[in-house]
């Protein structure tokens, strides 16, 4: 590991004014610890925000809740409201990595973490991402676990988080506070950037720009699940995952809402999906419609050609089991 500076701040007002320079956050710091003693990232100047005071779950005029950046997974999975309005936000958390760092990890880092693509770990190997312009091992190499919706011929990593995933379909705000301004809402499939020919720039957050909170609007009508389908039971990443909420009223889908991990380099929302099921009667068709809508121009490389049958068949199975 390099050395580095190291800040605590008090506040936000203090994070931000030791981020402003090319600080780097650091909350739970269960991906970014990894990432320096791999020197993948070298930040020079750590900026510690574990301190700050955004650790609570609030409920918001409108029947919506507020998720304090830095509440841990574990609690936010746990928590009443969320377990009670949001099944899906809960079993995606525990769906994800070991009770120890779902312990440590936050909100706002969970969004943050970046790919688990094994080239991008591994510094003698081409990456886009770590290192622009040298090129990318996974496009040719063993890709299993890459993706097949919304890639570039620069990289084809997928994002990894469950969390994130079911935010997604659930209309995620990210709320922001800026280094000498009052900050931002971003709808979190804004948050993201597709890799395109920049995979090194993979959120639209400003220098300096610091999460301090999610928001959710009230839930969505009908039933919700979360599935992740991965190589062993437990820590382990999604090869497919779908975070979904569908409502049906005298056998037909009134509301539909169809997020994806372990496909994209983001989670992945399928506004095409949705609008083929609803309206439709609940069933084969319309599920297999649905189905097509999601996976049309997904792309392969090869080894996780395979994610593209399997999402398919995890998509229509969820949909049954909504709707049944
Ligand atoms: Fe790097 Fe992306 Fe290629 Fe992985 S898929 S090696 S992260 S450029």
Redesign the pocket.
């Known amino acids: 590991m390099k050395p580095f500076d190291y800040a605590r701040a008090a506040s936000v007002e203090q994070a931000l004014a030791a981020g402003v320079d090319g600080g780097r956050y650091i909350a739970g710091g269960t991906n970014l610890i990894d990432l320096m003693k791999l020197q993948v990232e070298t930040p020079a100047k750590l900026v510690d925000i574990s301190r700050l005071a955004l650790d609570r779950v609030e409920e918001t005029e409108g029947g919506g809740i507020r998720i304090g950046a830095l509440v841990p997974n574990s609690d936010l999975a746990a928590h009443p409201l969320v377990r009670g309005h949001y099944p899906m936000l809960s079993r995606a958390l525990l769906a994800g990595a070991s009770a120890q760092l779902r312990n440590k990890a936050s909100t706002g880092g969970n969004l943050l973490q970046r790919?688990r693509?094994?080239?991008?770990y591994e510094t003698a190997?081409?990456?886009?991402?770590?290192d622009p312009g040298s090129?990318?091992?996974?496009?040719g190499?063993f890709?299993r676990i890459?993706?097949v919706l919304g890639i570039s011929d620069?990289?084809?990593?997928t994002h990894p988080s469950d969390m994130a995933v079911a935010l997604r379909a659930l209309d995620a705000m990210v709320v922001t506070a800026l280094p000498g301004g009052e900050g931002r809402r971003i709808a979190l499939g804004d948050l993201y950037r597709l890799?395109g020919d920049t995979?090194e720039v993979e959120t639209d957050l400003r220098p300096g720009e610091l999460i301090v909170a999610i928001e959710l609007p009230a839930p969505p009508p009908g039933r919700q699940l979360y599935r992740k389908v991965r190589d062993r039971a437990s820590y382990a990443f999604a090869l497919v995952s779908v975070a979904a909420a569908v409502a049906v009223e005298d056998g037909v889908v009134t509301s539909a809402r169809l997020a994806f991990g372990g496909l994209a380099?983001m989670p992945w929302r399928s506004a095409e999906a949705e609008a083929a099921l609803v309206g439709r009667p609940a069933g084969t068709e319309a599920f297999e419609a649905a189905a097509d809508a999601l996976l049309e121009g997904a792309r392969g490389h090869g080894h996780n050609d395979f994610k593209i049958v399997l999402a398919r068949r995890t998509l229509i199975a969820c949909l049954r089991d909504l709707t049944d």
């Not at 693509?117 to 991008?120: A, Q, R, S």
């Open positions: 790919t693509c094994y080239y991008f190997a081409a990456c886009n991402k770590r090129g990318c091992a996974a496009i190499g890709n890459h993706a620069k990289c084809i990593a890799p995979p380099p």
